[in-house]
């Protein structure tokens, strides 16, 4: 990454989140229930359905809904659980849904890590 970027910028590495651990209080899920996965970005969609069935969930309990397409809503009504990114979560059709979880990316840690970046750069 570091060649990628231009002389002089600073590369800042984040933590992310543990999927294992975040999603322990999810899976297993119980048995007739779906999961729908709502995302405009693909790798977000690509990834939860990876770390979900990782995590023990069989694929065809996964409703994966691409928000940039048509209809992406077609279904949701039947799952359990809603997950998503923040950016989607504010979607109309899913904002204050009751069943709505936001899958937090970056790791709690992160954010002490952008706070010492900011206060090393007003030096």
């Known amino acids: 990454m570091r060649a990628a970027l231009p002389p002089g910028a600073e590369l800042i590495v984040l933590p992310i989140r543990s999927a294992n651990q975040w999603l322990a209080r999810w899976v297993p899920a119980p048995a007739g229930h779906l999961v729908g996965i709502v995302s405009r970005w693909p790798e977000f969609l690509s990834t939860a359905r990876t770390m979900l069935i990782a995590a023990g ?3 065809e309990v ?3 809904r691409d928000a940039c397409k048509s209809q992406w809503r ?3 009504d039947q799952a359990s659980v809603i997950l998503c990114d923040r950016a989607s979560a504010a979607l109309p059709g899913l904002a204050g849904h009751p069943r709505l979880v936001v899958f937090p990316l970056l790791a709690d ?3 002490d890590e952008i706070a010492r970046s900011c206060d090393l750069g007003a030096l």
């Open 57 to 59: 969930l069989p694929s």
């Open 62 to 64: 996964l409703l994966l």
């Open 74 to 76: 077609r279904g949701l």
């Open 109 to 111: 840690s992160a954010r």
